[in-house]
């Protein structure tokens, strides 16, 4: 009986030792998919409760560092498409094909803070974090609605070129998916407020809905992924400026 007691603390201290980097690794090491297909619904509310939705379909691999996305409704958005590809070694491209114009516009890393089809995520929030280039402090763990969370809090340095100050993120102990963030803006007040939720899909836990409050505008964004597919032989080919202008069947 002792003995087991003391292997239980063993184990609590042990865990309790983990760094913030050391959790951010675990995180990003967490098993994703190879590709995936989603069907997307965005719903933009503004302070006065007025919606706006937008549906789109969004393929990606290699956990997300390459994706493109096409707009199907409403009709004024229907053929403006996205695409963004990651790199380790350089800047990231980013792609917006805008049919009424006939016109691929380039999104500049130093344009990555701006808002994404004028909802509360900005181009920075569809990108990775790269581990080097933040720093991790964490924080004491927290339960959120039920589940048990580790909390850090994450820094970017100047090599992340941020439109943010830091962040603070709630992980799930159990299945490593960040279920709550909050972001502050270079002066170190709130900005965003933001909730996701996941499910599994095959092996994965894979994002079935983002909620993003901007606490200054007033203004929310729900982001929610249905008809999830994931490892169906996404082409990697298919992320290419050409089939921008492709919309899909």
């Given at each position: ?41 965005m719903v933009l509310t503004n302070s006065k409760g007025k ?199």
């Open positions: 009986m002792k003995q087991s007691f003391l292997l239980l603390v063993i184990f609590i201290a042990a865990g309790f030792s983990q760094t913030g980097r050391e959790i951010a690794v675990m995180v990003d090491e967490s098993p994703s998919p190879k590709d995936m297909s989603n069907e997307t619904t919606s706006r939705t937008n549906k789109m379909l969004s393929k990606s691999v290699d956990g997300s560092e390459k994706q493109i996305t096409w707009f199907l409704e409403p009709k004024d958005d229907k053929g403006v498409a996205f695409l963004k590809i990651e790199y380790s070694d350089r800047d990231d491209e980013m792609r917006m094909w805008l049919p009424d114009f006939k016109k691929i516009r380039r999104i500049s890393s130093k344009r990555k803070g701006d808002s994404f089809m004028a909802s509360d995520l900005s181009y920075e929030d569809l990108t990775s974090r790269e581990l080097d280039k933040h720093e991790y402090e964490r924080k004491e763990d927290e339960t959120i609605d039920g589940v048990e969370c580790y909390v850090i809090e994450v820094i970017p340095t100047a090599k992340a070129e941020s439109s943010y100050l830091k962040h603070k993120s709630w992980i799930n102990k159990s299945t490593l998916n960040v279920v709550k963030e909050e972001s502050f803006d270079k002066r170190g007040e709130l900005i965003k407020r933001k909730k996701f939720s996941h499910k599994k899909v095959k092996q994965y836990y894979v994002m079935s809905q983002i909620f993003v409050e901007n606490v200054q505008k007033k203004h929310t964004t729900k982001v929610t992924f249905d008809k999830v597919e994931v490892d169906v032989g996404v082409k990697p080919t298919l992320f290419q400026e050409k089939n921008l202008k492709r919309l899909p069947r």
